[in-house]
């Protein structure tokens, strides 16, 4: 099994910065994909950003070139820095990964941006 630990979630002013950090454990594979979703209220999951075990990412429109995703494979960790955050960022976050087909998911972490 997999488990993934969020932490890095808060309230910030429009214009700040977090930082989200997701630790994987368990049954880790080398070639993997992890990545973060958000979903707001009323609204579905999106993803936000993820990062391939060769490190290659994608990033959903509305957060390039403000939000970037890492990870430390030695760590089995993700992190997503997100700067000038906006009030529409505002969501719960959530830590996923993907290995040979399956999903896996973290409980979520609240992010609110204040204006």
């Known amino acids: 099994q997999v488990q993934l630990r969020e932490s890095g979630g808060g309230l910030v002013q429009a214009g700040g910065s977090l930082r989200l950090s997701c630790a994987a454990s368990?049954?880790?594979?080398?070639?993997?994909?992890m990545g973060w979703y958000r979903q707001a209220p009323g609204k579905q999951r999106e993803l936000v950003a993820r990062?391939?075990?060769?490190?290659?990412?994608t990033y959903v429109d509305s957060v390039k070139g403000r939000f970037t995703i890492s990870r430390d494979t030695a760590k089995n960790t993700v992190y997503l820095q997100m700067n000038s955050l906006k009030p529409e960022d505002t969501a719960v976050y959530y830590c996923?990964?993907?290995?040979?087909?399956?999903?896996?998911w973290g409980q979520g972490t609240q992010v609110t941006v204040s204006s």
């Open positions: 996923a990964l993907n290995q040979i087909g399956r999903d896996y």
């Open positions: 368990g049954s880790i594979f080398k070639i993997n994909i």
């Open positions: 990062v391939s075990s060769g490190s290659i990412t």
